[in-house]
């Protein structure tokens, strides 16, 4: 192999590894949906209502790929409250509770 070989084979080495590394980093850590039987009962209220009221809009896939954190989770869920999501003041609570109880790993 001449030097000008060895040189390209280098660079491109060097290339893939370092799109593998970015590409590794930049993967969302999974989502960790608990159980019923994990849940309190207030957070399994929360959960219910999340299935009955909000996947009449959307699939919970979609609601579960946005974990944020409680204020994310309260601007999100006001915002769908806009647009047509029947909660009332309690049940906004319970979904909130529930939402942010979710967590990535």
């Not at 660079?11 to 960790?32: H, N, Q, T, Y």
């Not at 949906?33 to 959960?47: C, Q, Y």
Request: aromatic residues 6%; neutral net charge.
């Amino acid at each position: 192999m001449n030097k000008q070989s060895v040189f390209t084979l280098i660079i491109a080495f060097s290339l893939f590894i370092c799109l593998s590394i970015i590409g590794c980093a930049s993967e969302k850590p999974k989502l960790v949906i608990p159980n019923d039987s994990e849940l309190s009962p207030e957070l399994l209220e929360g959960k219910k209502l999340v299935e009955e009221r909000c996947t009449v809009c959307h699939s919970t896939d979609k609601i579960y790929s946005e974990v944020e954190d409680r204020a994310g989770w309260e601007k999100y869920v006001d915002d769908m409250i806009k647009r047509g999501a029947k909660l009332n003041a309690e049940e906004r609570g319970k979904v909130l509770d529930y939402l942010t109880s979710l967590k990535r790993i």
